[in-house]
């Protein structure tokens, strides 16, 4: 029933006319500045990727069955066993990612939790979980929303059997602090994705195009905030156009896609700090390097920048560096010790798997899609569900007797 009602609800959230999305869009676009066509993308993929079939996927795929809940299941060639809740939960918000709270809200309430998300000021959380209720009235005393502050509230979390946090390390150390050490802490830190764009798949121009324009929607979505934000971007040599020609063409994307969402114009602190780099970047260019932006510094694309450092703390800044296989790219994140989310490729290839895996990067997804995450994704390296139950073993019975 939890499942369903879930489900049921975010299918309301899907329909552009549905009052209370309409009412949460403003109320996000207020606190975020992003524009509505950026909010509305986030909550498409949010709420579009909350159906029954992958929920119950999840469930199945991380504790084996959908009653392993309810009741003793046999696990082949193990204990029969029983998940139970792992008791209160308390779930603390980002600032910048819309609605990070409510997947794993979602899934410590599958798990029969009771929840607790100290949220952010637009009450995205708490409306959405309005409606689950609405679906399923007891959801309605099995989670509250409360607005917090990171200043005020950082070491106010005892009683919580698990606490899941986002945020800054800063943050997150605050809040570690200040809990018990029988509290399962869970941390989503900040972290950075990259990208790595095969010689195989620059095939012909309408390949190079589109591969250009995936690059440009993983940068500029959500202002290049949040942890699934591409800002370095590898492009092998030996394809049908070099690294270096590619650089014009996706500062060409970025400014078509900048377009398509409605990117106001960046403030005057930040465009300061842009344009500052774009001159630092012009002033060091050297043979094989090249620097593309315009007059207003509103985004910032280079070529093997000789500074080598990555551009995580500059907005709507693409690096993208010339390679002529994975190891490079290796080479360069361990350099940097760059704790990756995610590494974005254009082909499957079982080397830029390994380049990953040794990133230590939790998702490897295809370019132009980081920022639209399968719910069932180990986000953080972490499991869905797993995390909110705790198992009981019936060691009288064991599989086979």
């Given at each position: 029933m939890i499942v369903g009602a879930i489900a049921s609800a975010a299918?309301?959230?899907?329909?552009?006319?549905?009052?209370?999305?309409?009412?949460s869009l403003a109320a996000v676009r207020a606190r975020t500045g992003y524009t509505t066509s950026m909010v509305e993308y986030a909550f498409d993929r949010l709420f579009g990727a909350l159906t029954r079939n992958a929920i119950e996927a999840v469930i199945v795929d991380e504790l084996g069955s959908l009653d392993v809940l309810d009741d003793f299941v046999d696990r082949p060639g193990r204990l029969r066993a029983r998940a139970l809740p792992a008791g209160r939960v308390c779930i603390i918000s980002s600032r910048t990612t819309i609605g990070v709270a409510i997947v794993p809200a979602v899934f410590a309430l599958c798990a029969k939790c009771d929840v607790l998300v100290k949220d952010r000021e637009d009450n995205l959380t708490a409306a959405f979980f309005a409606t689950v209720a609405d679906e399923l009235e007891p959801m309605r005393d099995a989670v509250a929303v409360r607005t917090w502050s990171s200043e005020s509230d950082g070491i106010s979390m005892h009683g919580f059997d698990v606490v899941v946090a986002f945020g800054s390390d800063e943050t997150l150390g605050m809040i570690s602090?200040?809990?018990?050490f029988s509290t399962r802490f869970l941390p989503f830190g900040s972290k950075a994705s990259a990208g790595y764009v095969t010689r195989e798949s620059l095939e012909s121009a309408?390949?190079?195009r589109r591969i250009a324009s995936h690059a440009a929607t993983d940068l500029l979505l959500y202002e290049a905030e949040g942890c699934l934000s591409?800002?370095?971007?590898?492009?092998?040599?030996?394809?049908?156009v070099a690294p270096e020609e590619f650089a014009p063409i996706a500062a060409e994307a970025i400014r078509q896609e900048a377009r398509n969402l409605q990117l106001k114009p960046l403030d005057g602190r930040r465009a300061a700090q842009l344009a500052a780099a774009r001159d630092r970047?012009?002033?060091?260019?050297h043979g094989n390097s090249g620097v593309y932006s315009d007059p207003d510094a509103s985004y910032l694309v280079v070529v093997n920048p000789r500074s080598d450092l990555p551009p995580f703390f500059l907005p709507r800044t693409l690096a993208i560096y010339s390679v002529d296989h994975p190891a490079q790219a290796q080479a360069y994140l361990?350099?940097?010790?760059?704790?990756?989310?995610?590494f974005a490729v254009t082909s499957?290839?079982?080397?830029?798997?390994?380049?990953?895996q040794l990133a230590g990067a939790a998702r490897v997804a295809t370019l132009g899609t980081l920022q639209s995450p399968p719910v069932g994704d180990f986000h953080g390296g972490r499991p869905r569900i797993a995390?909110?139950?705790?198992?009981?073993?019936?060691?009288?019975?064991?599989?086979?007797?």
């Open positions: 299918t309301r959230w899907i329909k552009p006319s549905f009052g209370q999305r309409q009412r602090s200040g809990l018990p309408p390949a190079v591409l800002h370095v971007l590898f492009v092998e040599r030996g394809g049908l970047a012009t002033f060091h260019a361990k350099r940097h010790s760059i704790p990756l989310e995610a499957p290839r079982a080397d830029l798997l390994d380049v990953a995390e909110f139950v705790r198992w009981i073993a019936d060691e009288r019975i064991s599989v086979g007797r």
